[in-house]
T-cell receptor, first 112, second 118 residues
């Protein structure tokens, strides 16, 4: 079983739509949680951290449920520029380092 | 800002040859650098963690004699793919952690190197 599981998509949505991505993780010792964005053939870039209390950054809302080991990302009012792959990332201590464990990503395509 | 560069951005090489990829932190000192590999439509997989001046720590299943890592200074780490084969074709991404940063978000990614072995 993969340590971080995501629906690969693709999610094809029109501009202005609201879209939600889900992610589950298997290691209950995971400490920190993030969403990254990766454009085609580019490096991943940090989108936002995820907290149990939930956090919002403009049109993006992230939520963490530690009990069910579930992470979500909600994008409101989708823009064409939101088209990318969204990576769910967790961290845990291993060998003295806080290692990033990446999901395979969920691809989003926003169309006019 | 915190900028990490990689060189080359893409490379095509013949099977059996070796390829060196450089990762540089341009405006900060990085005590720790990480090397990842990403196959198409797959997740980034950590290959190894390197600290300046010491041997790299490789993840399970990654051959240390095939993927040579040298972290010679606080701003430079290199990954050499030795005796490359077509199955080594992948997107190699490095990241650097600011010293003494411990938070994951203080890990900055390079733009990646696309390796194609023919």
């Amino acid at each position: 079983r993969k340590e971080v599981e995501q629906d690969p998509g693709p999610f094809n949505v029109p501009e202005g739509a609201t879209v939600a991505f889900n992610c589950t993780y298997s290691n209950s010792a995971s400490q920190s949680f993030f969403w990254y964005r990766q454009d085609c053939r580019k490096e991943p870039k940090l989108l936002m951290s995820v907290y149990s209390s939930g956090n919002e950054d403009g049109r993006f809302t992230a939520q963490l449920n530690r009990a069910s080991q579930y992470i979500s990302l909600l994008i409101r009012d989708s823009k064409l520029s939101d088209s990318a792959t969204y990576l769910c990332v967790v961290t845990h201590l291993s060998g003295g380092y806080n290692k990033l464990i990446f999901g395979a990503g969920t691809r989003l395509a926003v169309h006019p | 800002g915190a900028v990490v560069s990689q060189h080359p951005s893409r490379v095509i090489c013949k099977s059996g040859t070796s390829v060196k990829i450089e990762c540089r932190s341009l405006d900060f000192q990085a005590t720790t650098m990480f090397w990842y590999r990403q196959f198409p439509k797959k997740s980034l997989m950590l290959m190894a963690t390197s600290n300046e001046g010491s041997k790299a720590t490789y993840e399970q299943g990654v051959e240390k004699d095939k993927f040579l890592i040298n972290h010679a200074s606080l701003t430079l780490s290199t990954l050499t793919v030795t005796s490359a084969h077509p199955e080594d074709s992948s997107f190699y991404i490095c990241s650097a952690r600011k010293a003494p940063g411990l938070a994951p978000y203080e890990q900055y990614f390079g733009p990646g190197t696309r390796l194609t072995v023919t």
